[in-house]
């Protein structure tokens, strides 16, 4: 057995020096579309990012850093001018100018039977002429300083493709051609994406002259792909894994801190008569408890977050207490975790009027998160224990989200990636009031409103100023939690990767996986 | 014969305008695609644009109509998630399915049929109990699990076998096919395995139950006292006659190895039909969802028309015409 195993190790360091120039890459979810501007979903954009470039892109810890923009600035409140990076090419040779932006900004809100579509981040861009070939200026109506944001996500195409090409093309292989350090290859629906290395990329040179990607959306196959050596590399082991994982010696593990919070929502709209809200004996209660602050800080402080984090969570969490982590942009310095504390959670019921407490129903999904439905429950038992009977009710997401959209909860979990990676995207979609009109509380499934904070949220989306937008968030989150307890965060999920001993990745926060950031050796 | 299968065929057309009306009606009730398919960052804004992208800021009766003015010209409607038509989505992903469907039942054919004739002429052979011992293993152990099973002793401890996906494929008659060669073989092997394991069971079990009770019967007694030889006997006589239950629940088999593949495919990472409509009912893709088993509808009706045909043959004293449903 110990031979056989010496062997095996023997084997997998030749082949690592051998094969060196392919990676093989297991992902957990499918690619649907190969068109960057179709489908705005986490693995197209992932595999987007390795052909095509953005403006301004992300680094690990999602800080703005040059893409094919060089420099950025505002002339004004509302206009900006971004310098573009010289000597960057096209796959089939001809070179990247300003002209190209331009024309891929006409086709991003164009596209046709686009089930989500890119024009989100392209809104906000009223205007945008190429002064020269390097040289681009954009107008927008409004101050809006979260355009260098947006563009990440926008993946520029050559002038004359994003003109003509049809998502059909893109599919096909023929329309794939970007400033991207691979080039496309092969793609088979639902099994495999393979690329090649661009040998005249302008950045650093790509590491592998072959990438493959394959989708085993199985986590339990997709580990056991890795330890067979099928794969190199894997995106969201599981949590149950990982004590293993960590031990064995053919893996390296790799995680970081996500942009994701798991948080609960309240139904802080309705003043009588929430669907789920009842009294100790399970008869509907007329009045709706949820409403006031402190009944939903004594839930707050009955949650164990560290026991859900170290049992539930296998250590894959961070016990939150805001809307994202402190290393993030716009968060605050005075939001630690609520502590554990169950008789102060009944001292608060007492105190608002409900010595006895209520009954409740937590509603979440059970093929989202991580480890979803086990943390509701763990939640429910919690509140339970603290004087709050709880039961939990666990669903598709599928199901969950258009029934929590049409308000038929009372409590939901649910979680939020702040895709900008900064503070105002979650204060807009959950704590801001819904508004259509304004685009504004569009996640906000327990319709909670204070008008105090909507104008913190909304002074904070027209200042242009860094520093000065920074310290609004930061008030705008301890208002939003701290004291008027809008949601009440439970933690942020820790995503992990698993590699073959020898690769080396800085995990991200934004939980996409990039080839060209795998290198051999630390 | 050809009234009978033109009485079948008008049949199928109500069955699948049936299924279409009910998979329809499900999917609406279930929940609104867009709240699943827009990026969560999206406004209400882009919500509204998806859902007029999509076609569904109509009413449900108004979208159902559309569909079925669509069908009867061939148009089953556009992925959600694809924006292709979803018929090509699926037949793109059949012969994934098709291949690991038939070569499971090869596997389960060839080696069901001849273990249940062993186990049945020799009931008390150890060897015969054994079969029969592991038969009762392959059809109660949980597919995921045996093939969670499959792929780390075949795969990660002893590496003769790759653990998950499809190898190359070679073009034959049209289609994209990895069995044909042995780099491909080897990728669709455990997966076959997988799924051939419960259909074997039944197969051995039924097929022992079957030689086990025709043997008894006069015709084998009176073939045995003409002096025929044992082979003729087993070979011509009992074979033949244990055959017409067996075509029955093969034909029903291969059916739903096909439509029903969706956990080996899942756990095998094998792009199939079956992990596309997982996919597609997790993102309430509803064109996908609503070919797929208007698909597999047409398959079921298909095959049994097919098993039908077959009796006729291997039986001469049923008459098709006289079938009635």
Redesign the interface.
Known sequence: MRFRILL?AAAATVSLAAGAAELVV?LST?I??L?PH????TPNNSLAKHVFETLTRNDEQQRLVPGLAESWRTLDATTWEFKLRKGARWHDGAEFTAEDVVATLKRVPLV??????F??YTRAIKEASALDKHTLRFRTDKPYPLLPNDITSVHILPKKIAENAK??DF?SGKAMIGTGPYRFSEH?????VVLVSNDKYWGPKPAWSTVRF?????S???V??L????VHMIESVPTADIPKLAKDARVTLVSAVSNRIIYLHFDSGREKNSPFVTDKAGKPLETNPLRDPRVRKAISKAIDREAIASRIMEGQAQPAGQLLPETFFGTSKRLPPEKYDPEGARKLLAQAGYPDGFGLTLHTPN?RYINDEKIAQAVAQFLTRAGIPTKVEAM????F???G?KLEFSFLLAG??A??GETS?PLR?LLATFD?AQ??G??NRGRFSDAGLDALISTALTTIDDTKRGLILAAASEKAIAELQGLVPVHYEISTWGMKKGLSYKARADQYTFAFEVRTGR | MTVYVLRRLAQTLLVLFVTSALVFGGLFLVGDPVEILVNPNADQAEKLRAAAALGLDRSVLEQYWIFLRGAFTGDLGRSFVFGRPALDVILERMPATLEIAFLAMLISVCLGIPLGLYAGLRPADPLSKTIMAGSILGFSLPTFWVGLLLIILFAVELGWLPSTGRGPTVEFLGLQLSILHWEGLRYALLPATNLALFKLSLIVRLTRAQVREQSLLDYIKFARAKGLPRSRVIGVHLMKNIMIPLVTVIGLELGSVIAFAIVTETIFAWPGMGKLVIDSIFQLDRPVVVTYLLVTVFMFIFINLVVDILYSVLDPRVRLSEAKG
Do not use: Q, Y
């Not at chain 1, 088979?188 to 495999?192: A, E, P, T």
């Not at chain 1, 394959?214 to 199985?218: E, H, L, R």
């Not at chain 1, 598709?396 to 199901?399: D, K, R, T």
């Open positions: 095996a297991g499918p649907t579309s068109d179709f489908h705005n979903l046709p039977n686009s089930p989500a579509s024009a989100i998502t059909e599919n088979v629906s639902g099994d495999r394959k989708m085993i959306s199985n339990a196959a997709r056991a792909a330890l067979a050596g099928d093929n598709p997401s599928a199901v989200f258009s029934r959209s939020w990636g895709e900008t995207s979609s259509t685009g504004m569009g996640a």
